[in-house]
Every structure is written in C-alpha cells, then in structure tokens.
C-alpha cells in the first residue's frame, strides 16, 4: 500500500473539528503552535450554507428527513445515525445507536446549545454514593476555564445559586413564552423549581458577533453567527492566526509512533481519492468524539502498543456511558384557539428544571433535568401528527373534544389546536457500568477497509427507575395543567419509556482520566499515561456524564488541556 507522507513536522496535529478540536485549534494557535486539523468530513460555512430562513413549504418534503440530514432537510447537521460505507455493529440482542456528522464543526453545527456547568458533586459521584469512580479533578480546577468559556462564547441565564448547578457569567436571558409561563406555574404547585435556561446563544452583541434576532431555528445553523457553533466562534479565530491548516475528508485510519513510542503523526484516509497519507506532528490531539476516538486508539497497534496506543490498561473503549433520556407530551385544551402572536424567541427553550431532589430519598443514585417544548413553531412535516388522538373536554364546559376527519373542518381543527401541545425531555445521569463499553470489531471494517467498532450497552436498574420518575412527573405536570398526556405509561417491560443507548447523543467516557494508569486511558490534563504527546480533548477523557448535557465542559476541559500543552511546549517538555 503507497503512502502519501507530509514532507513537514506541524507542531501538532489535532484530529476532529467539533467542540474538542475546534477549542484545541484555537488555543493553540493562539499560542504559536502550528497546527494541522484532520477534519472526516466537508468544509461548511453557516453563512452560505445554512438554512436558517426557509420555509417548509419550499420544499415538496416540507422538511423531512432525509438520509444525509437524518434530523431534517434543513437541519445543520450533515449525518446521522447511519453513514453509507461506515458501517458499526452491536453484540447480539443488545442496542445501540452511534450518531455522527460529516463536517467541519462536527455536532456543535446543530446542537441544543444547552450549555450547563458540571457543579462540585458531579466530580466525586463516588465518594457521595459509592458508585462509579470520582474524577481526579474537582470544580474549583474547571472554573476558571468555564470562567473564560463564557466570557468567549456568550450564554444567557440567571443567578440562582443552587449548590450543584453553578452560576455562570450570563448574558440577560429572554423572556419566557406563554407556555413556559402557563408550565412553571403548574410545576411550582408541584414543589418542581422552573429557571431560566442557561443557552449558548447571545442575547446581545458580543464579541464581535451580533445578538440573535430570535428566528428560532437554531438548528439549521446560525448565519449570523449567534449560537455557538466551532465554525461560528472557534475555527475563524483559529484560522486568523495563520497557523491552522485543516484538511478535509481526512479520515484518521491511526495514530502513528516512532522507535522510542511517541507518537509522531497520524495515518489517514484521504476519502476523494481513496489514498492513504501521513501526516507528521510533534503533539497529537485526538478529539473525533468519544467512541471514534477510541476507535482510532484501538486501531492504532505497532509492536510497542498491541493493544492499541495508550491502552496498556485495557480501559480504552470501556465505560462508556450517555444521558438518560425519556419524554412525554401532553394535549392542554385551555391552550387551544390561541390569539396568533410571534413567539419564536430562540431556538430551545427559555425555561428548564434542574434536579430538585435528593437520591437518598428516591429508589435511584442519579438525577435529571427537564428540557420542556411546545408552542408556536414553525409547521412542517408531520406537524399534529395523529390528530384524533388529541381528546379532552372543552374549557368552557362538559363538551368532549374529538378531532379528525377531512377538508374544512380538518383544516379548522388544526388551526384550533396550533400551539396547545407541551413537551417534557428528561436527560438524567446514568452509573457507568462495566457493560457499557466499545471494542473493535474482529470481522467488519469501513469503505476504506479501517475496522469498525462494536458497541455493547445494558441499563441497570437505577436508570429504569430513574426514567419511571421522569415519566411519572411529566405527567403530573400535564395533569396540573389541565392536559392529557398523548401515550400511555410506559410498563417495566418496555424501559418506562428509557430510550435506546446512544439516542440522546451525549456519549461519553472510553478514554476515561484518572490517577491510576492501571484503571485508566489518560491523567488529569487528559495526556496518556503512555505517550506523553498524546492527549484526548473530547467527551473521552469525562469519568462520568452529570444530569447535564456534555457539550460545555467538552470545550472547557479542551481549553484546560490545550493550555497545558502550550504551557509544556513553552517549557521544552513537548
């Protein structure tokens, strides 16, 4: 096999373009490194190419999916849960679902932009309940990091000073909408605390960036480059500095390592002309996404490292974990023929719930926020699907309320019904588990003849019965509100509605930090125990995932790592 070998040494060589890498670039470069960025995927702009402004009706799919935009025509991002010629497979009779894109910025194109800090408990989950492991970091070592993140990146919210859910540097956040309203007021007289989200999205001008104008489609990409996306924030200031070359449709086949087991560069795919390239770095930064990150490690094997690179424990690939996840949604009949208004706002929501419990009280260690929709959003396809399931009694009396049918009074009907729907998403912490993990695997292997993963994945008990409070409170939530829940309770034989492994695209762990090299991938500035000039800078390194979504302190922990190398390439140690 010929390879196509780089003449020049790059100072590092970061693999991926999302949150991890696209932080990685920036940071470094900025410190004078010269960097070259392996991006799998295509160059996207969100100015030319996003579809922010258009209309359902512009297309005969009225905005379907389709199989290169699995969450819409018109959403960012460019993937989905299957990708043609790349292949990965699942130990037999177990479940799970592996989403990816295809595309400069990765994920960070179409994300909610959910951006919450990890709070002090989540590092030491261990020493609280004596489940998992603890982090060999705490809060006060991320803080300033999250510190610097928001003041880079921009995020609205509130002070709340709650002791497991930080206060952030925010921007003003916007106005709830009637919904939201009409939810915290039914939530409350359930003892259920309601605040302002906490969004990557700027409220005002900042940075240079101008302040959203509230169209509410956030995840078509932002062409004004409101919301946080790699492209919109961290690749362009990265590529300022004249120190980033990025390549694209380069797919990482392995991490490469000289005589004396550094690793000296990668080996990868270059996907337009099916050949296979070198490209050679003092530093490598592997920040493809927990579980393609890990792939390449595993894949990586010399006679140093037959394993695969920096797996001389074994861990690489093991404790994989995701967020929980489960929802209900609910038909309120006094939200019915509402007096037409603009709403859009951003696109998510303004209002959310933290965990208000305590676990020692409950039948489950972990807890869980509540992300609620509804409302007034642009119709399209499948727009009030299953119509005559919406029943009820009218509000101003005794009248059953029965929907369907054809023509003008179908038409009538959805108009009466526009916007009298809520929606509850529950996104909670699961217990890493020695079942939970991704190996190579021995028979399949990609278009490119690169072997693929194999996933294997078994809730425990603790998150069935966490998913069967999620439901039972979304539900007294909708009762409270007058409304009727639109699908039954889920029974213990279907999950109580937990959702498949993966769905809630929060994978983390693989390539866990930790203190022992012997239980774990990599030490608290996420560099390998076994090569020093390697590092992993995406959800890899996280020993456990918090009731929080992942993206925020992805970029913080990037930016603390990448620091780190800058302050050891200064030094001479790099």
Known sequence: ????????????????????????????????????????????????????????????????????????????????????????????????????????????????????????????????????????????????????????????????????????????????????????????????????????????????????????????????????????????????????????????????????????????????????????????????????SARILLNSKSSKFPQGIANSSGTVGKYLTDSTGTSVSGFIPRMMEQVPHNEDGVGGMHLYMPWWLDNKKLDFPRGYHIEIGGGRRMPSYGFIGGIHNYTGIEQEGSKPITFGGYGKQLKNDYRRLYGATVGFAGRGEMVPNENCYCEIDPRVVDRWGIPVLRFHWKWSDYEYKQSKHMQETFRAIIQEMGGTPMSPMPTAETGYGLATGGRIIHEIGCTRMGSDPSTSVLNSNCQAHDVKNLFVADGGPFVSNADKNCTWSILALSMRTSEFIADERQKGSL
């Not at 410190?31 to 070259?36: C, I």
């Not at 595309?103 to 194109?109: A, D």
């Not at 900042?206 to 990409?221: S, V």
């Open 1 to 292: 096999m010929q390879i196509i070998r780089s003449r020049k040494t790059y100072d590092v060589c970061v693999i991926g373009s999302g949150a991890g890498g696209g932080m990685a670039a920036k940071v470094l470069t900025e410190a004078g490194a010269d960097v070259v960025m392996l991006e799998a995927g295509v160059y996207w702009d969100p100015v030319k190419d996003s579809k922010m402004l258009a209309w359902s009706y512009e297309t005969p799919r009225r905005g379907a999916d389709i199989p290169e935009r699995q969450f819409g025509e018109f959403d960012a991002g460019l993937g989905g849960w299957t990708l043609e010629g790349e292949p990965y497979t699942t130990a037999p009779g177990e479940e799970f679902d592996w989403y990816r894109t295809r595309m400069l910025g990765g994920r960070t194109n179409h994300w909610g932009r959910i951006s919450l800090r990890f709070g002090p408990y989540d590092f030491r989950r261990k020493s609280i309940d004596g489940l998992g492991d603890d982090w060999p970091i705490t809060y006060d070592d991320m803080k300033p990091y999250y510190d610097k993140l928001d003041r880079l990146v921009g995020i609205f919210g509130t002070i709340e000073n709650l002791p497991n859910e930080p206060d952030g540097i925010f921007l003003p956040p916007p106005a709830p909408r009637c919904y939201e309203l009409l939810i915290k007021q039914a939530s409350e007289k359930l003892n259920i605390p309601v605040i302002p989200s906490r969004l990557s999205i700027i409220t005002q001008p900042h940075n240079g960036r101008q302040q959203c104008h509230y169209c509410g489609q956030c995840g078509r990409g932002c062409a004004v480059h409101s919301n946080f996306s790699s492209p919109s924030v961290l690749i362009p200031t990265a590529m300022q500095t004249g120190r980033l070359t990025i390549v694209y449709n380069a797919m990482a086949r392995a991490v490469t390592v000289d005589a004396n087991g550094l690793a000296d560069g990668v080996a990868y795919v270059d996907k337009t002309t099916n050949r296979d390239n070198h490209v050679k770095a003092r530093v490598v930064v592997v920040a493809a996404s927990a579980c393609e």
